[in-house]
């Protein structure tokens, strides 16, 4: 399984991104994805998931309306829509993968239901 992010860059309070997770590997290893972001001095934290083969969605009460997550499985994409950016947003995204069973028991913003993960991608949001 191979997962490549891209994306970020530095963007101005209040404008958007789209970051993208390309994966690739066996279907059963890559039925969820999900994006997590990483401040500098702080831990690592959910934001949204998604199965693939039934488009459930989750994403994190405190991003609800700013974030989306969709997906071209044609082109075995999972993206990420950030809108209205903060200062606060900046940290480095990164996707992760996993089984079915993340969604099914409820461990989409679990870092460790996950088995996978892309090398990340910095987003700088500049006041």
């Known amino acids: 399984v191979q997962l490549v992010e891209s994306g970020g860059g530095l963007v101005q309070a209040g404008g958007s991104l789209r970051l993208s997770c390309a994966a690739s590997?066996?279907?059963?290893?890559?039925?969820?994805i999900g994006w997590f972001r990483q401040a500098p001095g702080k831990d690592r934290e959910g934001i949204a998931c998604?199965?693939?083969?039934?488009?459930?969605?989750y994403v994190a009460d405190s991003m609800k309306g700013r974030f989306t997550i969709s997906s071209d499985n044609a082109k075995n994409t999972v993206f990420l829509q950030m809108n209205n950016l903060a200062p606060e947003d900046t940290a480095v995204y990164y996707c992760?993968?996993?089984?079915?069973?993340?969604?099914?028991?409820?461990?989409?913003?679990?870092?460790?239901?996950?088995?996978?993960w892309g090398q990340g991608t910095q987003v700088t949001v500049s006041s």
């Open positions: 998604m199965s693939r083969s039934d488009g459930v969605t």
């Open positions: 590997g066996f279907i059963f290893d890559t039925a969820v």
């Open positions: 992760a993968a996993g089984p079915q069973s993340v969604i099914d028991y409820g461990l989409g913003f679990r870092i460790t239901a996950y088995n996978y």
